[in-house]
């Protein structure tokens, strides 16, 4: 009897994991998979389906899949396996982890990369759409609100993405005579040890896209106000959620462009030959709130520069 609901139990659980059951004769099947569950991902995936549809590419034509495994490399790959199996037109990927994975774990199914650090591109998959920002801009903005000396800057090894954004703080910091002082974000439970290593160190922390550090942007936000020191980062919403200031690319604009790159290759191009798109709307939000919790007076000229003034 128990083995029989153990059995019982498993598949259940596997349904949960994968509900595609096969979509109806003359559709296309599209498979999407969220490095992690965040929501920029879930407006970017949102945007990427109304766009579909608005170029003809509905419910009636495509059926698509979404999933939101573990964010770990063993779940990407089962995850990317079983899509394999249904041989999908094309998989979306948002992150640069599930989209690593995604490159390395299919052979003829084009790989649609939203949401990546610019250079990550690879000789096997170039199509997708860019998340790098002109980081120059970001610490050159805080400069005159914040002078620094000393950056601590959050991000994880293992994500390429988070990686690449690090070595351009540390070279944009350098650019305005500050150091950095990079702490490798491994686990949400390893954060604590980090921030109580890295906080008395720095006057500054740049959050980079890191899936550990998004899920908790709230705690770092919240030790490293305890000890008036700023918050920055390109994350949407970042700036809402706490930071001084951010520089976003919108998740919207991600989408849509997207859905222009699947169309192009459901419609037969070769994912070889099409460029990485980079967004063109890039928000520059400051936080006066966070900014007076902070001690810190925002110059008129920044927050004429502002897209955004949070008050």
């Known amino acids: 009897m128990k083995l029989r609901n153990l059995i019982i139990a498993f598949v259940a659980c596997m349904l949960t994991l994968w509900p595609y059951q096969g979509g109806a004769a003359g559709t296309q ?4 998979i969220l490095s992690s569950d965040q929501p920029r991902y879930r407006d970017a995936h949102r945007a990427f ?21 573990n964010p770990d490399p063993l779940s990407w790959s089962n995850a990317i396996r079983k899509f394999n199996a249904y041989k999908p037109a094309l998989i979306v990927a948002y992150g640069a982890p599930a989209a690593t994975v995604a490159m390395k774990e299919t052979e003829n199914i084009p790989v649609v990369s939203v949401d990546i650090y610019g250079s990550e591109r ?3 998959v170039t199509s997708g759409v860019s998340s790098r920002v002109p980081l120059v801009t970001l610490m050159k903005t805080v400069a005159s609100i914040h002078p620094y000396r000393k950056v601590g800057v959050l991000y994880t090894s293992r994500e390429i993405g988070s990686r690449q954004q690090a070595d351009d703080i540390r070279k944009a910091a350098q650019s305005f005579g500050a150091t950095t002082v990079e702490a490798n974000v491994t686990s949400a439970a390893a954060l604590e040890s980090v921030l109580t290593s890295l906080l008395p160190k720095v006057d500054l922390i740049v959050v980079t896209e890191s899936s550990f550090a998004c899920r908790q942007f ?9 000890r008036l020191i700023p918050v920055v980062s390109t994350m949407p919403d970042a700036a809402d959620k706490g930071a001084l200031a951010s520089l976003e690319i919108n998740p919207q604009e991600q989408g849509h462009l997207a859905a222009e790159v699947a169309v192009r290759l459901l419609e037969g191009a070769n994912h070889t030959n099409l460029p990485l798109l980079t967004p063109r709307r890039v928000d520059l939000i400051v936080n006066l709130r966070v900014a007076r919790v902070l001690k810190i007076t925002l110059p008129f000229q920044v927050l004429g520069s502002a897209t955004r003034v949070i008050k």
């Open 29 to 32: 099947l599209i498979a999407a």
């Open 49 to 69: 389906v109304k766009s579909l549809a608005s170029r003809g590419y509905d419910a009636g034509k495509v059926e698509i899949v979404l999933q939101s495994p």
């Open 122 to 124: 690879t000789a096997k």
């Open 218 to 226: 709230d705690r770092i936000v919240s030790r490293a106000t305890e």
